[in-house]
Structures are given as structure tokens and as C-alpha cells.
T-cell receptor, first 116, second 110 residues
Framework: DTEVTQTPKHLVMGMTNKKSLKCEQH?????MYWYKQKAKKPPELMFV???????INESVPSRFSPECPNSSLLNLHLHALQPEDSALYLC???????????????FGPGTRLTVL | GQQVMQIPQYQHVQEGEDFTTYCNSS?????IQWYKQRPGGHPVFLIQ?????EVKKQKRLTFQFGEAKKNSSLHITATQTTDVGTYFC??????????FGAGTILRVKS
């Protein structure tokens, strides 16, 4: 199974809502990532988990809260978002290799988020 | 921090013409990866280059990694409509993360 799944595919939320994005992989990868992608832009790294521990937070606002309950699952909890947070949120996973390098990443289909 | 620059931003070609996108890093890279994202889709890994001067081919796609490991290119021979999409290069600046280039959007006219 070389697939990364994400739910939901689409999400519309108000600025006062709380919602969660979910990501799952069964490739045995121990590195998982959250990216944000705006239209016609490259994926922008938000968080990296390595062996279920948060290893990188790219100065993401606290209204985004990641969680890695186990080696197969990655969540992104959303609270009090702003309209400018509307974007495609991509989850990815990879094997963990030596520090300072990254192996190929497998991306999920993404959640298209709209904040009203 | 590390920057990965990619040109051109857009390329429209006639079907059958060749296409090249170029990637340059401000620092030496341990490796460089290429991804393709179809319209409405997600990035899909194409290849990873690790060695200085490395050249790899996948059917009509040729990938090169520069001798100084700071630049890379992707060349597509005789483009087809199935090649449409955005091509990203990406390099690790350290710390187990990737920095993506801005991407080159390829449109193919049939």
C-alpha cells in the first residue's frame, strides 16, 4: 500500500469553528509532514513529525495544532482560522533517513479548506 | 536560509516540442528531488538525484544534477498532453525537510 489518505477532501468552516484534518499511511513511514499550498504556489512546510514526535514547526500560528497519535496517523486541529488560511492542506510521509537529508515523500490528495 | 529558485514560471509548448525547467540552489544540496503536480492533483515524486553530475532518464524525461550540486534540470523530449502540470524541484536544506522551488507550469497545445 503506497497510498496516503486524507479526510475530508473539502472543508468549509467559519472563523469561530473548530475542525480537524486527518491523514493516514500504512507504508511504515516514521516521518510525516503537513504542508499548506496556495494556488499556483509550491507546497509550504508547516510541521514535521519524526517517530511520532514534533521535530519541526515552521513558525506556524497556534491556531494550527498538529497531533501524531501513532505512527500511521497525523491530525491537524484547526481553531479560530482566518480567511487567508484558505488553501490546500497536504499531508506527506517518508522514510526517516540520516539527519540533513530527506527521502522521497508520498503526498496525500489534500484537504481543500475554505474559511469564511 | 536556503532558497531554491526555479525557472521558467510558465511554459507553453506545442505538442511534440521539447521542454526544460531549471532549478538553482543558494547552497550545496545533499540531493535534489523532482515532483509533478497535475492540475487539481497533489505532488507526485518523480526522481531523486544524489551524485554530483548525475544524469537519470525516465522514458522521455531526463534529469541532471550539476557538478557543484547546486543546480538541476528536467528535460522532456517530444511533449505530450499527458505531460501537462506543474513541475517542482525540491532540496533538503538540512533538518529533514524539503524546500520546494516555485515550480514551472507546463501547458501543452495539441
Amino acid at each position: 500500500d503506497t497510498e496516503v489518505t486524507q479526510t475530508p477532501k473539502h472543508l468549509v468552516m467559519g472563523m469561530t469553528n473548530k475542525k480537524s484534518l486527518k491523514c493516514e499511511q500504512h507504508m511504515g513511514h516514521r516521518a510525516m509532514y503537513w504542508y499548506k499550498q496556495k494556488a499556483k504556489k509550491p507546497p509550504e512546510l508547516m510541521f514535521v513529525y519524526s517517530y511520532e514526535k514534533l521535530s519541526i514547526n515552521e513558525s506556524v500560528p497556534s491556531r494550527f495544532s498538529p497531533e501524531c497519535p501513532n505512527s500511521s496517523l497525523l491530525n491537524l486541529h484547526l481553531h479560530a482560522l482566518q480567511p487567508e488560511d484558505s488553501a490546500l492542506y497536504l499531508c506527506a510521509s517518508s522514510q526517516v533517513i540520516k539527519s540533513g537529508s530527506v527521502n522521497e515523500q508520498f503526498f496525500g490528495p489534500g484537504t481543500r479548506l475554505t474559511v469564511l | 536560509g536556503q532558497q531554491v529558485m526555479q525557472i521558467p514560471q510558465y511554459q507553453h509548448v506545442q505538442e511534440g516540442e521539447d521542454f526544460t525547467t531549471y532549478c538553482n540552489s543558494s547552497t550545496t544540496l545533499s540531493n535534489i528531488q523532482w515532483y509533478k503536480q497535475r492540475p487539481g492533483g497533489h505532488p507526485v515524486f518523480l526522481i531523486q538525484l544524489v551524485k554530483s553530475g548525475e544524469v537519470k532518464k525516465q522514458k522521455r524525461l531526463t534529469f541532471q544534477f550539476g557538478e557543484a550540486k547546486k543546480n538541476s534540470s528536467l528535460h522532456i523530449t517530444a511533449t505530450q498532453t499527458t505531460d501537462v502540470g506543474t513541475y517542482f524541484c525540491a532540496g533538503p536544506p538540512g533538518g529533514n525537510k524539503l524546500v520546494f522551488g516555485a515550480g514551472t507550469i507546463l501547458r501543452v497545445k495539441s
